[in-house]
């Protein structure tokens, strides 16, 4: 199946689960190729600076020692409370000191705390990598994943004219989609943001997008397949609300609301194997996605 001549719109996914930064302009990150398998975490609404950020910091460091992390992404909800450089060092530097030791970097989106206090601070910190810009995107393992790094606290027509760009000039085989606020979510807190769908969904749909990764509710939830698009929600890595998820959603396949957890990706040529882990190391959800 030729994937680029039909726009990879069709092509589909099957699941087999195992269990404004100021004048800055939007940027490009491009990173040189380590692997043809990439490698990395995912974490959201995290950066609380207290102990169960700690345990997750922990529980994503020892995944790495047993097998390296190519770097870690994040939804969103960086820097509690209100996203300001101020709190950089207790809410992320000292909590992630042993992965920035191992040199893994970190790239980030912001999520509604952070641009409270902190939009200008996150955009220009350099261990966040977003290059002053609240939108860019990160190219990795020479062609294989794109990820496009977007600001869903102001999704506006300028971002919406440059994702559309980003996504047709994109050549990468898994295209990735990383932003707060979720357009599908069975949260009881936040739930669906249905303006955010209405405005993103038909790019994400068009453009033949895989993987879409949001966070805001602190829950750990996988969707049924949206035209084509898998959304996960990780929004739990430093504040999980238990008993928050709606099980009677018409989109959900899979949640976890019980403790606080991340994720990790591993993605290479044509699959895509995921992992939902908790606080205490336990696999919480798994399974693998596919061009068919």
Not at 171 to 192: D, E, L
Request: proline letters at 3%; one cysteine or more; a neutral charge.
């Amino acid at each position: 199946m030729n994937l680029r001549k039909i726009n990879r719109r069709e092509a589909m996914l099957s699941l087999a689960t195992i269990s404004a930064c100021g004048l800055a302009r939007p940027s490009s990150i491009f990173c040189s190729p380590v692997k043809d398998t990439l490698r990395f975490a995912v974490i959201g609404d995290w950066g609380t600076g207290d102990r169960d950020q700690v345990r997750i910091a922990q529980q994503i460091f020892t995944v790495h020692q047993l097998s390296p992390l190519d770097f870690v992404l994040s939804v969103g909800d960086n820097i509690y409370p209100n996203g300001s450089g101020h709190y950089f060092g207790k809410h992320f530097e000292l909590p992630f000191a042993s992965l920035l030791k191992d040199r893994i970097n970190f790239y980030t989106v912001l999520g509604n705390h952070d641009v409270r206090a902190g939009r200008q601070d996150q955009c220009h910190y350099p261990l966040f990598n977003m290059g002053g810009a609240p939108y860019y995107r990160l190219q990795r393992g020479d062609g294989l994943t794109e990820f496009f790094m977007l600001d869903s606290t102001e999704f506006d027509q300028t971002q919406a004219a440059w994702l559309e760009n980003s996504l047709r000039d994109s050549k990468a085989r898994w295209k990735i989609a990383v932003f707060h606020h979720p357009i599908y979510s069975s949260g009881k807190m936040h739930g669906s943001d249905l303006r955010l769908r209405k405005q993103l969904e038909p790019l994400l749909a068009r453009y033949g997008v895989n993987i879409a990764l949001s966070g805001h509710d602190h829950i750990y939830e996988r969707t049924k397949p949206q035209k084509a698009v898998q959304y996960f929600v990780s929004g739990a890595g430093g504040q999980v609300r238990k008993g928050n998820v709606d099980h009677s959603s018409s989109f959900r396949a899979e949640s976890f609301d019980d403790d606080n957890h991340f994720m990790v990706f591993e993605i290479e040529d044509s699959q895509a194997q995921f992992r939902a882990i908790s606080s205490t190391g336990s696999v919480v959800d798994s399974g693998s996605l596919r061009f068919t």
